[in-house]
């Protein structure tokens, strides 16, 4: 039998205002410091009570009163690496936009590790940030139930999984900037094309390969395992890749590597081998980082606005603390080709 406007079990009434935390505590059947707990994230909660008192937030309502004037004018920006021009550009973005609203940013390091380790969540929580953004990261279940239970709001930049997660997120058209640089590559006359791609479980790595493979499929050329190498986004992988597949019986006329680093260490093996770019091999990057264009030669590369990414992430940040709904929880910003000096015609052979 279903009544309207009664009470529910332990005595809250259904309809009316969100219960109090004694109400949560005598619904789940636990204790009012249990409940506390799992509102303000703590950890110490077994999964199964923290899982039955989430709920009955969700059914039935919770909101803590006047906690936003409680946040302190802070962004926190957590990155896997702190090092390079990749989280700069990031940084400058966010930087710009969190100065616009008073806030400063708090920049925390998971050294190399694409999820926060162990205490991190707390220390996040003892600082009281207006929102985190989580750049080329991802969070584990406890840690994405203690920041929202504390409301602090979160957003991710360029995520490492899928983006059907718990967050919003920002990324970029990593699939259309693989396709560009690959039937930019075609135009020019290439058919061995090799790619040097990042980690195969990382969302950007594999949505760049997809658009070589589209690229290529397109143009009729069939995809050569042999010139499908994954790496992990750093010089050296560029560097060992390359030297392997100039190795090879027939080796490449152009490689695309999914980052600019990767790519300078295309550069460095093109030169151990007496090659000479682009007139002996073509080589397209990815991101445009500020070293591309200074690269000898300057590198042609898919551009990756990093910047408007920290920055849209940010904005973001700041609608969420207001409450306020955001026009869409996935943000696609647009890669375009910067075609340089790095890519030409094939040598005849």
Same mark, same amino acid.
């Given at each position: 039998?279903? *009544?309207?406007?009664?009470?529910?079990?332990?005595?809250?009434?259904?309809?009316? @205002?969100?219960?109090?935390?004694? $109400?949560?505590?005598?619904?789940?059947?636990?204790?009012?410091?249990?409940?506390?707990?799992?509102?303000?994230?703590?950890? @110490?909660?077994?999964?199964?009570?923290?899982?039955?008192? @989430?709920?009955?937030?969700?059914?039935?309502?919770? /909101?803590?009163?006047?906690?936003?004037?409680? /946040?302190?004018?802070?962004?926190?920006?957590?990155?896997?690496?702190?090092?390079?021009?990749?989280? &700069?550009?990031?940084?400058?973005?966010?930087?710009?936009?969190?100065?616009?609203? !008073?806030?400063?940013?708090?920049?925390?390091?998971? $050294?190399?590790?694409?999820?926060?380790?162990?205490?991190?969540? @707390?220390?996040?929580?003892?600082?009281? +940030?207006?929102?985190?953004?989580?750049?080329?990261?991802?969070?584990?279940?406890?840690?994405?139930? $203690?920041?929202?239970? /504390?409301?602090?709001?979160?957003?991710?930049?360029?995520? *490492?999984?899928?983006?059907?997660?718990?967050?919003?997120?920002?990324?970029?058209?990593?699939?259309?900037? !693989?396709?560009?640089?690959?039937?930019?590559?075609?135009?020019?006359?290439?058919?061995?094309?090799?790619?040097?791609? !990042?980690?195969?479980?990382?969302?950007?790595?594999?949505?760049?390969?997809?658009?070589?493979?589209?690229?290529?499929?397109?143009?009729?050329?069939?995809?050569?395992?042999?010139?499908?190498?994954?790496?992990?986004?750093?010089?050296?992988?560029?560097?060992?890749?390359?030297?392997?597949?100039?190795?090879?019986?027939?080796?490449?006329?152009?490689?695309?590597?999914?980052?600019?680093? $990767?790519?300078?260490?295309?550069?460095?093996?093109?030169?151990?081998?007496?090659?000479?770019? +682009?007139?002996?091999?073509?080589?397209?990057?990815?991101?445009?980082?500020?070293?591309?264009?200074?690269?000898?030669?300057?590198?042609? *590369?898919?551009?990756?606005?990093?910047?408007? &990414?920290?920055?849209?992430?940010?904005?973001?940040?700041?609608?969420?603390? /207001?409450?306020?709904?955001? +026009?869409?929880?996935?943000?696609?910003?647009?890669?375009?080709?910067?075609?340089?000096?790095?890519?030409?015609?094939?040598?005849?052979?």
């Amino acid at each position: 039998m279903t *009544t309207t406007g009664g009470f529910g079990a332990g005595g809250v009434a259904e309809g009316s @205002e969100p219960p109090t935390l004694a $109400q949560l505590a005598e619904l789940a059947g636990t204790s009012v410091a249990t409940v506390s707990k799992v509102v303000n994230g703590r950890s @110490e909660v077994a999964p199964a009570t923290r899982a039955r008192v @989430e709920e009955l937030i969700r059914e039935r309502g919770y /909101r803590r009163q006047k906690k936003a004037a409680n /946040r302190a004018a802070l962004v926190e920006l957590v990155f896997h690496e702190l090092e390079g021009a990749y989280a &700069m550009e990031i940084i400058k973005g966010v930087g710009a936009v969190a100065r616009r609203h !008073g806030l400063a940013v708090v920049l925390s390091e998971s $050294q190399g590790r694409h999820v926060p380790g162990r205490g991190w969540a @707390e220390g996040v929580m003892r600082r009281r +940030p207006t929102g985190v953004i989580a750049v080329f990261s991802e969070l584990t279940a406890d840690q994405s139930h $203690q920041l929202a239970g /504390r409301g602090i709001p979160t957003v991710l930049v360029d995520p *490492t999984g899928e983006p059907g997660h718990a967050f919003p997120s920002v990324g970029a058209g990593n699939w259309n900037g !693989g396709l560009l640089a690959v039937r930019h590559l075609l135009a020019l006359g290439h058919r061995r094309i090799a790619i040097v791609t !990042g980690p195969a479980d990382v969302l950007s790595s594999r949505a760049r390969l997809d658009g070589y493979r589209a690229a290529l499929d397109a143009a009729g050329v069939p995809v050569d395992p042999a010139l499908v190498r994954e790496g992990d986004f750093h010089v050296a992988d560029g560097l060992r890749h390359a030297r392997a597949l100039l190795a090879l019986p027939e080796p490449p006329t152009a490689v695309f590597a999914c980052n600019d680093l $990767q790519a300078l260490g295309v550069y460095r093996a093109a030169h151990e081998a007496g090659l000479r770019v +682009p007139g002996d091999l073509s080589v397209v990057g990815f991101d445009d980082l500020p070293a591309a264009e200074w690269a000898v030669p300057s590198l042609t *590369t898919v551009r990756q606005p990093l910047s408007d &990414m920290g920055a849209a992430a940010v904005t973001m940040i700041v609608a969420l603390a /207001r409450g306020e709904a955001l +026009p869409q929880e996935r943000v696609e910003l647009p890669t375009t080709l910067i075609t340089r000096a790095s890519t030409a015609a094939p040598p005849r052979r």
